[in-house]
């Protein structure tokens, strides 16, 4: 397909389609004028950015909905995430097919559903709520580990970073010393490209294999084999010694009377590894943050408590620390005035669909009275998010623990965002502060 002429004064056609996947632009937040004005003129944008190809950009609140319910239309399994050709093309050579890994978001159903199943009910409200208290405790540690740091820390790296880390490497089985690798490992998957990830990785790519980024980023190849070696013995051990946790679920797996394969059960500890902390610690540090340049907010929060779960949704709308998924059209359809072809790529992002002023009043507004029901943040339908109830139960756990020992906090420096396009949000917050 042809791509269309560009219809944004001031800007010529390549320029919005290579801004849209710039990560420079994703750290500096300026995303959103790009976001608002494709939202406002072309909101189902036919984009082509250089060395990518081409896909349909889906903006809207609306639209995302539509693209995420119509999973029989749309799929998954062809294309996941945004990515250079060439990192395409070096994925392809390496494992035959599309994708690095076989997650649940890289799967369709049948196959997606039964997997999702194996594990689907440790991560429910009414199991939820046994590891309550044990997520309380996790949150009292950390907070008390932030009192003990005196008046100044960096919230990311003494406090978001580790509290999800602890909980959910708690819930899959991963015992604590193992935690600063699994860190490490996760960084490297979601910024390879992010200097001070590059920075302390011992394996550098020496081309532009993957994402937007080019040489000396992390040669993710060779994050998977470690973390396949890694969860290759805990398969060995939980098989012999299945233990109350979710790596027992996977190691054990089986689906329609066979075991689940090497690769998905490699990829499942890994989706869950992951996608279960980086998100959840960008959205406990970027909430902080916006009630550091909101001071009325702040106030009204901590005069009000029972107004956590808003602020909680509020941050997860904020921060949207997914930035996008990627789906596949299997037929020709049409998505608001486009035609979409049989093969099109499309992505959502999310981002943008939680800015939309079509959908939330005063999108722009950090509000922590606001009534957020149907942001996008976890995306919705079949592949709706996994973790979604763990992360708002670890972000209330903590700010109900935080707030009240809080007699003041500051910024004490500049706060600064990943380089990232898919998952991405603070990486430090220098603060200040009095605590009780
Ligand atoms: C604020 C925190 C989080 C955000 C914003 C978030 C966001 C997302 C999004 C956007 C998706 C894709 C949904 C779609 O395609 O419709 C997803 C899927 C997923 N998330 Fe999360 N996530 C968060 C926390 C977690 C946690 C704590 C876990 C821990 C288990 C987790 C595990 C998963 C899994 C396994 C999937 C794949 C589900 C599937 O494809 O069926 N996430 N998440």
Redesign the pocket.
Known sequence: MSAAPSIFPGYSMGRIDDEIVNPTLYQSEAIHDIYARVRREDPVRWTAPNGFRPFWAVTKHADILEV?KNHQIFV?RLRTYLSPIQGEEWVKSVTGDTHLFR???D?DDPV?MKL?GL?QSW?MPPNLKKLEGRIAEIAKDHVDRMAALGSECDFVKEVALWY?LR??MM?LGVPPEDERFMLKMTQEIFGPGDPDVAAQTQHKADTAAFGAQGEGAVDLMQTAMKLFEYFGAITIDRRKSPKDDVASVIANGVIDGQPIGEREAMSYYI??AT???D??S??AAGGLLQLLKNPEQMAKLKANMSLVPNFVEES?RW????KH?MRTAMQDTKLRDKTIKEGDGLC?F?WSGNRDEDAFEEPFKFKVDRNVTKH?????????????H???M??KALYNELLPRLKSIELNGTPKNTLANFVSGLKTLPVRYRMA
């Open positions: 995420e998954n997650t649940l978001v799967l997606h999702r594990t991560f999800p909980v959910i819930i989706i869950i996608a279960g902390h998100t959840t960008s959205t997860i921060v949207t620390p997914v998924f959502m999310y996008v943040a976890f995306g919705y339908g079949v592949h709706l998010c996994l973790g979604m763990l992360a708002r670890e972000m």
